[in-house]
């Protein structure tokens, strides 16, 4: 009887932070909780044991999220793979000044409204460096082809076409 009260307990506080989440999704207009929610951290950790709980699911071993919760997450557009949601946000950024600009070399602005996206731009070229090394690295050959596919550059400061004329 311990057991099932514990149990009722533990599913109680799933609900209700589960309830929480579909408030910061009715405030925010996404569920990307940050790792770092101060408003939340309870809810932050919540969303992190989740992601990790659906990891432990997908390998075949013992999980606390069921069949029910998974669903339950997936009908409200939970992210799964946050490092994957945050890396095609960016990418969709770079995609869109690619476009606009017609080159991916992107300034940071006098009121570095690009710092963002500048910073992660850098974070992709260190990365691709690590990844020609050898070195363990969040690149991967999938990515070198979406970023290559429009037009970036690995190293800017080499850049012989660079259009300085672009910039201010």
């Known amino acids: 009887k311990k057991a099932s009260r514990s ?11 589960f309830r929480e989440l579909l408030r910061f999704r009715e405030q925010t207009g996404h569920v990307m909780v940050p790792h770092s929610y101060p408003p939340s951290q309870k809810l932050a950790q919540w969303v992190k044991r989740q992601r990790y709980q659906h990891q432990l699911k997908q390998a075949g ?14 009908s409200v557009g939970f992210i799964w793979d946050s490092h994957r949601a945050v890396w095609s946000y960016h990418f969709q950024k770079l995609e869109a000044f690619a476009l606009a600009h017609g080159h991916c070399c992107v300034p940071l602005g006098e009121n570095k409204e690009n710092a963002g996206l500048v910073t992660w731009c850098k974070h992709q070229r260190r990365q691709y460096k690590r990844y020609q090394a050898n070195i363990p690295s969040t690149m991967t050959a999938e990515r ?4 290559e596919g429009i037009g970036f550059n690995w190293d800017p400061r080499n850049l012989s076409q660079r259009k300085n004329a672009t910039f201010k």
Request: net charge positive; aromatic share 6%; hydrophobic share 30%.
């Open 144 to 147: 070198i082809r979406c970023l």
């Open 61 to 74: 071993r013992h999980s606390t999220l069921s069949d029910e919760r998974e669903e339950m997450l997936n």
């Open 7 to 17: 149990r009722q307990f533990k599913d109680d506080v799933w609900k209700g932070r």
